[in-house]
């Protein structure tokens, strides 16, 4: 059996990879850079050729490879920058911009791929395409999840602006939301926004700036907190720009005076690696410098009910994705009832590092899957 890898080789997922491939004593993975397949460099049908199984990774932070991922996509909707002026997009670490436009250029390419995979029947997809671009668009895996009769976060679709975000919540009766990017990820652009009657608080990753009129948006490893009306509504306002999807912000239990919510990791419809993410901030992302929780001690303080419920959501949201061999489930329980919810479901949401189970990481736990077929 021959492993094949779509992915940014630089990554730490590819080594990750690699290594749970001959872990199981397999050849070492074809590696397929996304830079070579956006510029033309790689033939995908020759590659694919030799291949049975087939792992699409994330693109991660290769910015050559954002940027013609962005070209890609020029012709796709009115207000997206044009092709020359995507190539000519220069770093700026951590900037906030163009995410629908990215996502647009990276259904593209999954296209292309999905189309020279049509050549080769045999080639057993890891996860597939289709799964793929519905976990990327949060608005329409919402709405897929709801059909499918998963138990997710209240949420309202296509708000526009700061002023039908108030609206809204109004309507609604809510005081606290989540306003998240549709196509981001890791937190980016992420707010947790607030609203009494006289304040208002946006508590965030996002790091604000506005020289001469121009206003940018950065991705930090900073949580900031903005309590100005003004700069919260142009905040607000420039990440609705690319769609967003606005959540019923619901109490997280806490332990040891931290908020945690789960990252699930379903292999096969199974619920194989969890993780606690505790956190003294809304935002449980680990790379803002929150830590893994305790999670016996955890299990110990919700009771074997929850935990079970919290187990049946995860394999249920997973059968929702039969096409998928693997999944990474944020879901939370709520405050005092421990009932489960559905955040979301990421597509590149299995890497874990130094979590085994079985002896197994969640990459290696793949590759057995493949290995006992």
């Keep these: 059996m021959r492993f094949a890898i779509i992915c940014t080789p630089e990554n730490r997922r590819y080594s990750y990879f690699e290594r749970a491939v001959t872990f199981h004593g397999f050849?070492?993975?074809?590696?397929?850079?996304?830079?070579?397949?956006?510029?033309?460099?790689?033939?995908?049908?020759?590659?694919?050729?030799?291949?049975?199984?087939?792992?699409?990774?994330?693109?991660g932070e290769n910015f050559n490879a954002q940027k013609e991922l962005i070209?890609?996509?020029?012709?796709?909707?009115?207000?997206?920058?044009?092709?020359?002026?995507?190539k000519q997009l220069s770093f700026?670490?951590?900037?906030?911009?163009?995410?629908?436009?990215?996502?647009?250029?990276?259904?593209?390419?999954?296209?292309?791929?999905?189309?020279?995979?049509?050549?080769?029947?045999?080639?057993?997809?890891?996860?597939?395409i289709n799964d793929i671009s519905l976990m990327l668009d949060k608005t329409r895996f919402h709405q897929k999840m709801i059909q499918k009769k998963i138990s997710v976060i209240p949420a309202?679709?296509?708000?526009?602006?700061?002023?039908?975000?108030?609206?809204?919540?109004?309507?609604?009766?809510?005081?606290?939301v989540f306003i998240k990017p549709n196509h981001g990820s890791s937190a980016a652009g992420v707010i947790a926004f607030r609203k009494n009657s006289t304040k208002m608080m946006a508590t965030t990753s996002i790091e604000y700036t506005a020289k001469?009129?121009?206003?940018?948006?950065?991705?930090?490893?900073?949580?900031?907190?903005?309590?100005?009306?003004?700069?919260?509504?142009?905040?607000?306002?420039?990440?609705?720009?690319?769609?967003?999807?606005?959540?019923?912000?619901?109490?997280?239990?806490?332990?040891?005076?931290?908020v945690y919510d789960f990252r699930v990791v379903t292999i096969n419809q199974k619920a194989n690696h969890i993780i606690a993410r505790q956190s003294t901030s809304p935002m449980t992302n680990l790379h803002l410098g929150n830590r893994r929780g305790n999670l016996d001690r955890i299990k110990t303080e919700i009771g074997a009910k929850a935990w079970n419920?919290?187990?049946?959501?995860?394999?249920?949201?997973?059968?929702?994705?039969?096409?998928?061999?693997?999944?990474?489930?944020?879901?939370l329980l709520t405050k005092g009832t421990y009932k489960p919810y559905l955040i979301e479901a990421n597509a590149f949401g299995d890497l874990l590092p130094n979590l085994l189970i079985n002896g197994h990481d969640t990459y290696q736990a793949q590759i057995q899957y493949y290995k006992t077929q």
Aim: include cysteine.
């Design 71 to 86: 070209a890609l996509a020029e012709n796709q909707h009115s207000s997206f920058i044009s092709k020359s002026k995507a």
């Design 156 to 176: 309202i679709y296509n708000i526009k602006n700061f002023t039908e975000l108030i609206q809204k919540m109004m309507e609604h009766n809510w005081t606290r």
């Design 92 to 128: 700026d670490k951590g900037i906030i911009r163009f995410n629908r436009q990215e996502y647009c250029g990276f259904q593209l390419l999954l296209q292309k791929i999905q189309e020279a995979l049509t050549l080769f029947p045999h080639i057993q997809v890891m996860n597939s």
């Design 309 to 331: 419920h919290l187990q049946e959501l995860a394999k249920k949201t997973a059968a929702a994705l039969p096409n998928s061999l693997y999944a990474g489930l944020d879901i």
């Design 212 to 258: 001469k009129g121009e206003i940018k948006l950065y991705n930090s490893l900073k949580i900031r907190r903005y309590q100005d009306p003004e700069q919260i509504e142009q905040i607000v306002n420039t990440i609705a720009q690319d769609g967003i999807i606005v959540e019923k912000w619901l109490p997280k239990p806490s332990i040891e005076g931290s």
């Design 27 to 59: 050849l070492p993975p074809i590696c397929i850079s996304y830079l070579d397949v956006l510029q033309n460099k790689a033939d995908l049908t020759q590659v694919l050729s030799s291949v049975d199984v087939l792992k699409i990774e994330s693109i």
